[in-house]
C-alpha cells in the first residue's frame, strides 16, 4: 500500500518525538481500516470494549473479526493486546506471528512480542523484536531504554 510505505518513510525519518508520533498515529489510522464495513464496525466495538477493560466481550468481538476478515493485521494485533491481558501467552503469541506474516512492518506488534518475550525470560529474542519495532519507529525513548538495559543484559557491557 502506497500510503503507507511513504508513512513509514516519514516515521522513520521523523526529526523529533512529535513529528514521530504524528506519523506514528497517521499508520495505526490506516491499519484501523479494513476494508469492510462490518468488520471495521466490530472493531469498533472492540475497541470500546478494551477501552472498558471488557477483555472477554473484545475477544469475542476480536474472534469474528479475524474470521471474516484474516488477512487484516490489526484484528489479529488487537486479539494478541486482549489475549496478553487475559494471560493466555500462547495465544497472544501466535496472533503477534500472524500480525508480522501480514505487516511486518507492524511497530505495535513487535513491541508487544518483545515484551511477552522478555516476560517469558527469552530475552535475546526480545531484543531482537525491539531492535526491529525501533528501526521502524526510532523515535520511543521507552523502548530505547529497553533496548538499552536487555542489550547489557544479553550482550553484556563493552571493556
Known amino acids: 500500500m502506497r500510503v503507507l ?3 513509514h518513510a516519514r516515521l522513520k525519518a521523523a526529526a523529533d518525538d512529535d513529528d514521530a508520533k504524528g506519523v506514528a498515529t497517521a499508520i495505526e489510522r490506516v491499519w484501523l481500516r479494513s476494508g469492510s464495513d462490518t468488520a471495521d464496525l466490530l472493531m469498533t466495538r472492540a475497541v470500546a470494549a478494551i477501552a472498558g477493560d471488557d477483555y472477554k466481550t473484545a475477544e469475542s468481538l476480536l474472534d469474528s473479526i479475524v474470521g ?3 488477512d487484516w493485521a490489526e484484528g489479529w494485533s488487537k486479539r494478541a493486546m486482549v489475549r496478553f491481558h ?10 503477534l506471528e500472524r500480525v508480522l506474516k501480514i505487516e511486518p512492518r507492524h511497530f505495535v506488534a513487535l513491541a508487544g512480542l518483545g515484551a511477552i518475550l522478555h516476560k517469558s525470560g527469552l530475552d535475546k529474542r526480545a531484543l531482537d523484536a525491539y531492535r526491529r519495532a525501533l528501526d521502524l519507529y526510532p523515535q520511543q525513548p521507552d523502548l530505547r531504554k529497553s533496548v538499552e538495559k536487555l542489550q547489557i543484559d544479553v550482550e553484556g557491557r563493552d571493556i
Open 5 to 7: 510505505d511513504e508513512l
Open 86 to 95: 487475559a494471560d493466555n501467552i500462547d495465544g497472544a503469541m501466535s496472533d
Open 68 to 70: 471474516l476478515e484474516p
